[in-house]
């Protein structure tokens, strides 16, 4: 029997062809895999012929899906709790006996989402943006310097297309203000809620945000390359793109 015969004695297809053909099969009869989509301005999903796919089209109102489009962020901040202070998270007053202590309000979870998104375009971080040392930033809202990156990252042409995050804090409960926090967040952004997540975890005691010394947050983010605002921000011929 040789190396290509099957059990039975007959000829057997080498084992990554069999998988390979398997695949495209499988990819055949998806309705989904078969029909690729282009987005539309409306957010609408319309097929189109997989050929094209990576080029971007001719037809401003329609744009070819290309994956090197994409970019992520990631985005990480902590502030100590302090007496006398205010716990603003994600643009919620959360009613605590400390807040964190901060030159701005100290959202932690607001500038956790602003550092993703800087971090998608490559564009630093909120420290540098807004540094602590000027005092046109003492005490502001958050939420105001999130909405000003989210237009950074616009102007860099990027669209926000969905962020994710996470709350780390012993105390208190985060859970009741959860909905209300993505919807600051989204406000801020300039998207949808539904594009928005935010979870909250205790350290099981362990660390500094379990022995409640301060409150940590990340945040990651999806951002799409919209050559539309690209071709709108040209005025000499030369690509805007970050």
Partial sequence: ?????????????????????????????????????????????????????????????????????????????????????????????????????????????????????????RGGDIGKLFPDTDPAYRGIDSLKLLAAVAEKVREAGYDVLDVDSVVAAQAPKLAPYRDAMRENLARAMGISPDNVGVKATTTEWLGFEGREEGISATAVCLLCRCRSRLRLGRDDGHDTRA
Avoid at 3 to 18: I, N, S, T
Avoid at 31 to 46: F, Y
Avoid at 69 to 94: P, S
């Fill in 1 to 121: 029997m040789s190396a290509q015969d099957g059990p039975m004695g007959g000829a057997r297809e080498p084992k990554h062809d069999v998988i390979l053909s398997a695949a495209r099969s499988a990819e055949s009869k998806d309705p989904v895999r078969s029909q690729p989509e282009t987005l539309q301005p409306d957010g609408r999903a319309e097929s189109f012929d997989s050929a094209s796919f990576g080029r971007s089209a001719q037809d401003d109102s329609v744009q070819v899906f290309n994956p090197a489009d994409l970019r992520i962020g990631q985005g990480y901040d902590v502030h100590a709790l302090a007496e006398g202070r205010k716990l603003m998270l994600g643009g919620v007053d959360v009613p605590h006996e400390r807040g964190l202590l901060g030159h701005s309000d100290a959202d932690v979870l607001a500038h956790a989402v602003a550092d993703a998104l800087l971090g998608g375009i």
